[in-house]
T-cell receptor
Framework: DTAVSQTPKYLVTQMGNDKSIKCEQN?????MYWYKQDSKKFLKIMFS???????INETVPNRFSPKSPDKAHLNLHINSLELGDSAVYFC???????????????FGPGTRLLVL | AQSVSQHNHHVILSEAASLELGCNYS??????LFWYVQYPGQHLQLLLK??????LVKGIKGFEAEFIKSKFSFNLRKPSVQWSDTAEYFC??????????????FGTGTRLKVLA
């Protein structure tokens, strides 16, 4: 069984469209993340949710809106897509360990977004 | 602000050569340390981690890393690389604290290419 799954795997769309990427984890973790990886492989955290609450919201355009309906899901909705949004988006999850630190992150397979 | 530096952005080695990838972090408190690997076209996977105890940590596929607290470093090593080690390597640090205060910080990655 896939621990962290994302859909779709590939997404090709026109500028100006609105799209969503879904993420689900079956690990029972309490924290989920969205990352953006650009063409240079830089990995940038976008959002982090702990028990459905937003805890990290880095400098990301407000066209990006995460939604966490429950602990196991963290979806990413993107409005008015722009060329610069083309990237690979990774979802991840982890569990808070003893002492309040985050433990190993488990990553989804990624969603390759291409905006034309 | 906390940060993670990986000074080697691109490394090219021949098979059987020894590998050492540098990772330095800036944070004065207690940290957990990770190395993740991303094989071409795949998602990030945990290679090894350090939480406490023996500062020399052994991971999968013959990799090891040494935590040197005085140098704020967590360098990754492998005595003899293989072509299949060609990948992107990310160092990561998590800081401890209540939810909302801890951070999960990734370095910019090191691209390793191993020539057959």
């Amino acid at each position: 069984d896939t621990a962290v799954s994302q859909t779709p795997k590939y997404l090709v769309t026109q500028m100006g469209n609105d799209k969503s990427i879904k993420c689900e984890q079956n690990l029972g973790h309490d924290t989920m993340y969205w990352y953006k990886q650009d063409s240079k492989k830089f990995l940038k955290i976008m959002f982090s949710y702990n028990n459905k609450e937003l805890i990290i919201n880095e400098t990301v355009p407000n066209r990006f809106s995460p939604k966490s309906p429950d602990k196991a899901h963290l979806n990413l909705h993107i409005n008015s897509l722009e060329l610069g949004d083309s990237a690979v988006y990774f979802c991840a999850s982890s569990q808070v360990g003893a002492g309040g630190s985050q433990e190993t992150q488990y990553f989804g397979p990624g969603t390759r977004l291409l905006v034309l | 602000a906390q940060s993670v530096s990986q000074h080697n952005h691109h490394v090219i080695l021949s098979e059987a050569a020894s590998l050492e990838l540098g990772c330095n972090y800036s944070y004065g408190g207690t940290v957990n340390l990770f190395w993740y690997v991303q094989y071409p076209g795949q998602h990030l996977q945990l290679l090894l981690k350090y939480f406490s105890g023996d500062p020399l940590v052994k991971g999968i596929k013959g990799f090891e890393a040494e935590f040197i607290k005085s140098k704020f470093s967590f360098n990754l090593r492998k005595p003899s690389v293989q072509w299949s080690d060609t990948a992107e390597y990310f160092c990561a640090v998590t800081t401890k604290g209540p939810p909302g205060t801890y951070k999960y910080i990734f370095g910019t990655g090191t691209r390793l290419k191993v020539l057959a």
